[in-house]
């Protein structure tokens, strides 16, 4: 018998993002994320280099509005889902969704490589050595800093490695997910060890 986990009764309130999938308001929300989509692909499609500054924050800020509609719609398809994943209709109902958010990824996609074209161009203007090197002049730091703790810590892949492998152990699971790695130990000690105490323990 599978052993329960206490949450099978329990189920979110999503009535907050809307009453159930037969809400009007899903339709009527589709409906403008998809009029909005093709509205800015007409308006910013191929024209995004060539725009000012003024018109590219208002790009961003048209994308942000239909990024919150999206998203609320999204969090309601998937919610839904998730707490009766045996039901073909909510499962339609998120098929649906990730449909027309394809569709705004495109757009994001655009936004985004626009984004780098204009850094590289700027970076090969001021002949930055590197994409990074621009960072390190905002921040007043030199390179050479940097890369020094790059390298520490990549040296040291080890010890994150180890102390996972051992929590592995301890929690005594085959595989350990990335969800596993802020769960608590079964045992733990109160005991307080100063460093003095740890001399001489082997790694």
Do not use: C
Not at 9 to 18: N, P, R
Not at 30 to 56: D, M, P, Q, W
Not at 77 to 99: C, I
Not at 108 to 136: C, E, G, V
């Amino acid at each position: 018998m599978k052993e329960k986990s206490g949450s099978e009764d329990v189920t979110w309130d999503l009535t907050h993002l809307y009453q159930d999938t037969n809400d009007k308001n899903i339709i009527k929300d589709i409906e403008t994320i998809k009029n909005k989509i093709v509205v800015f692909s007409v308006k910013y499609r191929g024209k995004l280099r060539n725009i000012s500054i003024a018109e590219f924050l208002g790009a961003i800020t048209e994308y942000e509005e239909l990024s919150r509609k999206t998203t609320r719609l999204g969090s309601f398809a998937y919610l839904n889902f998730v707490t009766q994943s045996n039901n073909a209709k909510a499962g339609a109902f998120l098929q649906r969704f990730q449909e027309i958010s394809s569709h705004q990824l495109h757009i994001l996609t655009q936004i985004f490589n626009t984004i780098l074209a204009d850094k590289m161009i700027t970076d090969r203007l001021r002949k930055y050595p590197d994409w990074i090197s621009s960072m390190h002049l905002d921040n007043e730091i030199d390179e050479k800093v940097v890369k020094a703790l790059v390298d520490a810590v990549k040296s040291r892949y080890d010890i994150p490695q180890r102390y996972y492998r051992l929590k592995k152990d301890l929690l005594g699971l085959d595989e350990l997910f990335d969800y596993d790695r802020y769960a608590p130990l079964p045992v733990s000690s109160e005991k307080m060890i100063p460093d003095s105490g740890t001399k001489g323990w082997k790694s």
